[in-house]
T-cell receptor, first 114, second 115 residues
């Protein structure tokens, strides 16, 4: 069974540009979560999608947005990039809405903003 | 407000020694509790989780954790450290919030195992 995949592996942008990160969940999983892992800050919750709808959002500005497609894959968009957006962005998927579900993580996309 | 605190951003143990990674949480409602491990250049994977029932939870690779409600703690232990245990460990909670769930991760503890 294929795990969670993310693309690209690395992304280099300059300040003010837009970045698009993609995630494909495990087959059969309907929930997709996005996290930002900045150095020394642990995982900060960004967004949670399930069945195409945004279920929850972390404390990030509106320039962080995303969507979930009918095939349950997801896209994270970061507009007007700032230097402090440089981080590892992790995507995770789970099989349902219940808070007990295990989240399965992808390897991440390393975003560098110059 | 809900929060997760991991005491010690870096922990070093000798190979064969006890591993103890501390996690305390703050929540007004009973949370679900998780420990994840992240090996270098990889995503996180679940070690173990507590939902209901027995408070001592056994996970993969010989790890276990005990939920202590009175202490609001969920410390991770392993009797004998192995070199392959070197990784970063994250404690997380899931709490119900307005009809859905909110996931909160701690800042992580990097475990170093000394030969």
């Amino acid at each position: 069974e294929a795990g969670v995949t993310q693309s690209p592996t690395h992304l280099i942008k300059t300040r003010g540009q837009q970045a698009t990160l993609r995630c494909s969940p495990i087959s059969g999983h309907t929930s997709v979560y996005w996290y930002q892992q900045a150095l020394g800050l642990g995982l900060q919750f960004l967004l949670w999608y399930d069945e195409g709808e945004e279920r929850n959002r972390g404390n990030f500005p509106p320039r962080f947005s995303g969507r979930q497609f009918p095939n349950y894959s997801s896209e994270l968009n970061v507009n007007a990039l700032e230097l402090e957006d440089s981080a590892l962005y992790l995507c995770a998927s789970s099989s349902g809405l219940a808070g007990v579900d295990t989240q399965y993580f992808g390897p991440g996309t390393r975003l560098t903003v110059l | 407000a809900q929060s997760v605190t991991q005491l010690g951003s870096h922990v070093s143990v000798s190979e064969g020694a006890l591993v103890l990674l501390r996690c305390n949480y703050s929540s007004s409602v009973p949370p679900y509790l998780f420990w994840y491990v992240q090996y270098p250049n990889q995503g996180l994977q679940l070690l173990l989780k507590y939902t209901t029932g027995a408070t001592l939870v056994k996970g993969i690779n010989g790890f276990e954790a005990e939920f202590k409600k009175s202490e609001t703690s969920f410390h991770l232990t392993k009797p004998s450290a192995h070199m392959s245990d070197a990784a970063e460990y994250f404690c997380a909670v899931s709490v119900p919030l307005r009809g859905t769930y909110k996931y909160i991760f701690g800042t992580g503890t990097r475990l170093k195992v000394l030969a």
